[in-house]
């Protein structure tokens, strides 16, 4: 198995048990922006070491990061500080395999935004993609047990978070992967932790002084909850650094496609963890979404 393969599967599963995470601390511990900042705040110095480990390790200088890699940087940090507190946000009002099925729409959603704004083209078969894809989202987008009409299932807080958090995560890797690339060493591995360790730090003083600011106590119940908030932590570092190593070392349409396997991940632990009912629409729902992602990514 190459190497970019496995670190994507293993992205994918450390992501999978990082929202899980989350959406334990959120329903019974801390608020969403407090469960947003237990992933920053343990993952920051985990990375830290072990960057610096590696740097020493190697023997290496730390390179010169510029103004356009900081740039990238922050820009990406916004957007994932934002994007997770989205998705902690859905998990309160739907399961999880869904929550993660409407995140994972930020594949199509980044190709709309090339379309629509910079000129992109897409084939008719990324179009027919997207079309399957709605399709999904329409599935998803209804409540079960509840009688709506197709567009306030669509325009439902729900479907809004699920959206957003797909769209600020396409804005994230994005960036993250300009960022890497803006750092001057053919070594894939101190690109990815040098990255990382810069983008955690800047998201832990970020989120530290808004919680210290919005939500006073917020902080120190993210250290009471420490038993399992480093693990949101820890987690979070492994998953970050499996993307940030994958997306430097293949194309991001590849490291997607493979990413995939995330959403059979989030189904199993919606059933087999968290005992949530999963409906036959919804299940449905996950399926066209999951199809139209894995063509599209391939195609286009």
Excluded: H
């Excluded at 916004?78 to 998990?91: D, E, K, N």
């Excluded at 930020?106 to 084939?123: D, P, R, T």
């Excluded at 990413?259 to 409906?279: D, H, K, N, P, Y």
């Excluded at 629409?281 to 286009?300: A, D, K, M, N, P």
Aim: one cysteine or more; aromatic letters at 12%; a positive charge.
């Amino acid at each position: 198995m190459e190497l970019w393969i496995f670190a994507s599967i293993a992205a994918a599963l450390f992501q999978t048990v990082r929202f899980m995470l989350q959406k334990v601390l959120s329903m019974n511990v801390l608020s969403t922006a407090g469960s947003t900042f237990a992933r920053f705040a343990y993952a920051a110095p985990a990375a830290l070491l072990a960057t610096a480990f590696y740097i020493w390790g190697q023997d290496t200088a730390l390179p010169v990061l510029d103004r356009a890699f900081w740039s990238y940087a922050w820009l990406g940090a916004v957007a994932q500080i934002i994007a997770t507190a989205c998705i902690v946000a859905l998990f309160r009002t739907r399961n999880f395999a869904v929550g993660i099925t409407l995140m994972k729409t930020e594949v199509i959603q980044a190709a709309i935004i090339g379309v629509l704004f910079f000129g992109a083209k897409v084939s008719l078969a990324g179009w027919g993609a997207i079309l399957i894809g709605l399709v999904g989202v329409v599935l998803l987008s209804r409540t079960p047990g509840v009688q709506e009409s197709l567009w306030k299932g669509l325009s439902s807080r729900a479907t809004a978070l699920g959206l957003a958090s797909g769209f600020l995560f396409a804005i994230s890797a994005t960036s993250y992967r300009a960022a890497s690339l803006e750092i001057a060493s053919e070594d894939p591995f101190l690109r990815a932790g040098v990255t990382l360790t810069c983008v955690t730090a800047s998201q832990l003083v970020a989120m530290a002084l808004w919680l210290r600011w919005r939500e006073p106590g917020q902080v120190t119940a993210v250290w009471r909850a420490r038993k399992v908030a480093v693990w949101v932590g820890l987690t979070s570092m492994a998953g970050s650094f499996g993307w940030f190593l994958a997306f430097t070392l293949q194309t991001a349409a590849y490291v997607k496609a493979v990413g995939q396997i995330e959403l059979i991940f989030s189904l199993m632990a919606s059933v087999l963890f968290f005992r949530e009912t999963v409906t036959a629409r919804e299940l449905v729902g996950i399926g066209f979404l999951g199809l139209s992602i894995l063509i599209f990514v391939l195609v286009v």
